[in-house]
């Protein structure tokens, strides 16, 4: 068997042992992209709605009876945490799952609703090797595996469109993308 | 003969060794657990230099955790209004989310940075977009105090 034959089975069979892996790090990779630029957290899913509280509040007039009544308005009495007075004018109630925003003078009240952000955050889970142990020493397999797709990716052709032609420009144009956008975010 | 009472001596000296370290180790545990000093948030904020890089215990409701990761956390003073931040440190990982609005007792070392690292820190803090609005706890994250946790327990949801 030549080197090639031996280049195209490793290409190949790391390429299936590792399909799922390259899914999980690609798609938390987008995840965590987005998260670095505050555009969604992929972690949670957040959602508020407005309710007017039927008169306007001030700080020294809130007590245990104000909470209920702003909890059975939100209904959300079960889930009662804690309170406190970020500032002179507004009330935060504390919630499993959540929390109450007062707006104490205008009466304004806001219900926000947290909960867990399905599949992605079990990907960034991962992503970030939070469960470390095992997952460690597999994923630093899957990073050898992939340095090793990629070279053996190089030499799959021959010819025109491989790395001595078309392949071999697409190579070069494909590490002077990274490096240019370094230079001129780090340096320039 | 002689092979076997050196086996039994080596076996007495592993054992009586196995017991120094065990009674060292205790020992050690016992002046650590002496070292840790309870303080409420005000007295960590009034004299920070008398608790400088101690083990302190501390407690407080939990009024926001960081959404970006839980890398930090802030509980409140029975004040209601003086606030510190907390950071993940030993096993801690990050804080959860669900923490907010529970009483968490915190055992960590509390730590000053340095006036040049606190600049860095403070410019670091306002260059973020999320920190563009001032809340209640914005002052406790700018602040070059904060407590590095390395255990922590929900006292009440």
Redesign the interface.
């Known amino acids: 068997m030549n080197w090639r034959k031996w280049n195209r089975w490793i290409h190949r069979e790391l390429g299936f042992l590792f399909f799922g892996m390259t899914i999980i790090y690609g798609i938390s990779g987008i995840a965590l992209n987005h998260s670095v630029a505050r555009h969604w957290n992929p972690g949670f899913i957040s959602k508020a709605i407005s309710i007017q509280y039927p008169d306007t509040l001030q700080k020294a007039d809130v007590d245990r009876a104000t909470i209920e009544k702003i909890l059975v308005l939100t209904g959300e009495k079960a889930n009662y945490k804690q309170y406190y007075f970020p500032d002179q004018d507004h009330l935060m109630i504390y919630l499993k799952g959540g929390h109450i925003t007062v707006n104490m003078p205008t009466g304004k009240i806001q219900l926000t609703k947290i909960r867990n952000r399905p599949v992605f955050r079990e990907l960034n889970y991962l992503h970030y090797n939070k469960p470390k142990k095992l997952w460690t020493w597999f994923s630093d397999l899957y990073a050898f595996g992939l340095i090793l797709i990629a070279i053996s990716g190089l030499f799959l052709i021959k010819g025109k469109k491989g790395i001595s032609g078309r392949g071999g420009i697409l190579t070069i144009i494909g590490v002077l993308i990274p490096l240019v956008l370094l230079i001129f975010y780090l340096w320039l | 003969m002689q092979r076997s009472i050196l086996w039994v001596f080596i076996a007495f000296l592993a054992v009586s060794c196995n017991q120094t370290a065990k009674q060292e180790g205790d020992n050690q545990e016992a002046s650590k657990t002496e070292q840790i000093v309870s303080a409420t948030i005000v007295e960590l904020l009034a004299a920070p230099a008398d608790y400088q890089d101690k083990e302190v215990a501390v407690s407080g409701?939990v009024?926001h955790v960081c959404?970006?990761?839980g890398q930090k956390c802030f509980i409140?003073a029975d004040d209601?209004e003086t606030q510190i931040r907390i950071v993940p440190g030993g096993d801690i990982?990050?804080f959860k989310?669900?923490m907010?609005?529970?009483?968490v007792a915190f055992k960590g070392i509390f730590r000053i940075l340095i006036p040049e690292v606190a600049a860095e820190h403070v410019e670091d803090h306002e260059s973020k977009?999320?920190h563009v609005v001032e809340?209640?706890h914005s002052s406790a994250e700018k602040a070059e105090y904060f407590v590095e946790a390395v255990d922590f327990k929900e006292v009440?949801?």
């Open positions: 409701m009024t959404r970006h990761g409140v209601g990982d990050e989310i669900e907010e609005g529970s009483t977009e999320h809340q209640s009440s949801e």
